[in-house]
Every structure is written in C-alpha cells, then in structure tokens.
C-alpha cells in the first residue's frame, strides 16, 4: 500500500509552521514556517495554511493545532485571533463573533480536499509524545502555557485552565508566559515553572508530566534538577510529529 502523508500544521501567536511526515512521523520536505499574519480572521487563517500546503509534498490527510477551546473541530475560543496585531493587543469584537462556533476542520478538509482534524496545539503535542499508559499531563510554554491530559492514551476533553488565574489575579497564561520571561529572564521565570509543576502535581497526580513547547528549552539547569524524576522537556518537532500521530488515538477521542 502507498504510504500515508500527514501534513502538519502548528497554529501559533507568532508564526504558522507545518510540516508533511509519513506515518513513522518523519519529515518527507524541510518544515515550512511564516508570521501569524493579523489581524486574522478565519478564512485567512484557512488560506494561509493552504498557501503552505502548497509549498510542500502532497499529503493524503492533514492535523491542525491551534491555540485556545477547539472541540470536535469547532473553535469555542481561541485566544491571539480575535486580537488586532496579535497576543496581548486589542481584543476586536467581530473576530470574536467571527471565530464563535467556526468549524475549522470542515473549512480546511473542504479547502484541502483532504480528511482533517483540528485539535487544540497542546494536544496534537501530546500525541506526538505521550507513552500510551497511565495519566500523562502535558504542558506547552510558549506565548502563554497549553496544556493537553491523556488517560491511557485516550485524550481527556480540554481545559483551559490556563486562563484561571494563579497569583494575584494573573492567569497561568500571564505567569509563565513570553512576556514575563521576558521581563524576569530565564532564571526566575524558571523558578515559576517550578512553581507551577508543584502546584499541579497534587491536582492531577500525574504518571507522567511532559513539558514542550518553544521556551521549555530555556528552564534552567538548576530549575530542571527541582522538576523531578516524573517529568520530561520534550522538543518542540513534537508539535509537528503529533500531527502523524494524532490520527493513532482512539476513535471514541474525536466524538
């Protein structure tokens, strides 16, 4: 049988990267990355991708991840896209009423003409790291803090409580993410992330606790040596390999 062509598409504040693997999860072409172009409606988002799509080998199905409340393919609320010039700007009430209950799956397998799923970006990262076995909690750090919960492999419905707040009234998003690493520097935002870990494990009692995503390499050595031995920095190629790998989980996980 022909080999099964995956293109992945990793939906972010900053940039849109997408990559199309085989069903090992390796690379067929050199992934492909452009600015989030904002503001950003829906049917631009679906171009862009399409426009990438374009650029690289011909895939036979393709995984979306993208950031904020996505079930069954439907955005509920996505965080940076309903914003004027990205995270942290303007919130513009008619991307907001544009990204309410928009199907995003079917609109890029009717763009594509290809099968599709579209997942929350944590998630599709989960997929492309997860063992399959017990409670395994994954945590992406990057513009703000994804998090995806699988129980036997099997993806747990998603929870955005990244967005409750943590200290003071800062949500998670605000604690640990870009900005204020960028304003700390490495070595105290790590000490957040610390700070996180232990605050969760008492609420999940996880097996495993994976955490990714583009700033995960930047926790310090001392901040990594305090995580402990139930926690593993995965690189962030897992984003575009849980795209392949996605389609492996349960059925009863897409609804």
């Not at 494990?201 to 040596?225: C, E, H, K, M, Q």
Request: aromatic letters at 6%.
């Amino acid at each position: 049988m022909p080999e099964t062509l995956t293109l992945a598409v990793d939906c972010g504040g900053g940039g849109i990267k997408a990559a199309v693997l085989d069903e090992a999860g390796t690379a067929h072409a050199a992934p492909v990355r452009v600015p989030t172009p904002y503001p950003l409606p829906p049917t631009l988002l679906v171009e862009t991708i399409a426009g990438i799509a374009d650029s690289l080998p011909r895939a036979h199905r393709a995984t979306v991840g993208m950031p904020g409340m996505i079930r069954h393919g439907v955005v509920v609320h996505t965080p940076h896209y309903v914003t004027r010039s990205g995270p942290r700007s303007r919130v513009e009430p008619d991307l907001v009423a544009a990204w309410s209950s928009f199907d995003m799956r079917a609109a890029v397998a009717d763009r594509l003409r290809v099968p599709t799923r579209v997942l929350n970006d944590a998630e599709v990262h989960g997929a492309g790291v997860i063992a399959g076995s017990g409670l395994e909690l994954v945590l992406t750090l990057g513009t703000g803090l994804g998090s995806a919960t699988f129980d036997g492999g099997r993806l747990a419905p998603h929870l955005e409580w990244s967005r409750a707040p943590v200290r003071r009234g800062a949500t998670y998003d605000e604690f640990i993410g870009e900005p204020e690493r960028r304003r700390l520097g490495d070595g105290l935002w790590s000490r957040r992330v610390v700070a996180v870990v232990e605050g969760l494990r008492p609420v999940f009692w996880w097996d495993r606790l994976y955490v990714g995503g583009g700033n995960s390499r930047r926790i310090t050595p001392a901040a990594l040596a305090r995580l402990g031995d139930d926690v593993v920095i995965v690189p962030n190629s897992a984003a575009l390999v849980g795209g392949a790998r996605a389609w492996e989980l349960p059925l009863e996980t897409w609804g």
